[in-house]
């Protein structure tokens, strides 16, 4: 068995993707003011690896200051408010539906491979966290030209 087939059966949890959690869940994230591309990308990888019975979800993507100073505080973020794509609603966290972060690093890679693939397949220009060398933050993606974009817009509160 390859390490891909482990990291994808690590992964797969069919009887919580045909969960009312599950279903709760998909709506779970603030997402108001989210620039498309961002919704556009975490929505193809959550249904992608959904039909293959791994359960992802939207965990955040619009962050305001409170939130993205507390994730500063604990370590969680190398960003300071308005430093986060987060702030602009350019990047998307994805996690597990059951595991959360607890996956281990073949299937964070694999997701990260996936997720590359859609970027390219969607054409939306996409960084991930888990190929970050200061913080490895994998399960972050965000739009690879948000601090461009973002210039002259003020962060969310």
Not at 108 to 113: A, P, Q, R, S
Not at 147 to 156: A, D, E, Y
């Amino acid at each position: 068995m390859t390490d891909l087939s482990t990291a994808m059966r690590a992964m797969i949890d069919q009887k919580f993707v045909a969960s009312q959690r599950y279903k709760d869940q998909q709506h779970r994230a603030n997402i108001e003011g989210a620039h498309a591309d961002i919704l556009e990308f975490g929505k193809r990888l959550v249904t992608r690896m959904r039909k293959q019975g791994v359960p992802l979800f939207i965990l955040n993507c619009v962050r305001g200051e409170a939130a993205q100073e507390e994730y500063y505080r604990t370590g969680m973020s190398r960003a300071k408010y308005g430093q986060s794509a987060h702030n602009f609603g350019m990047a998307v966290d994805i996690i597990h539906g059951r595991k959360a972060y607890d996956l281990d690093r073949k299937s964070w890679d694999l997701l990260g491979h996936i997720g590359k693939e859609i970027s390219v397949q969607a054409g939306i220009p996409i960084t991930w966290g888990g190929d970050f060398i200061s913080l490895w933050d994998p399960a972050h993606w965000e739009l690879k030209e948000w601090r461009k974009m973002s210039q002259g817009l003020k962060p969310f509160p």
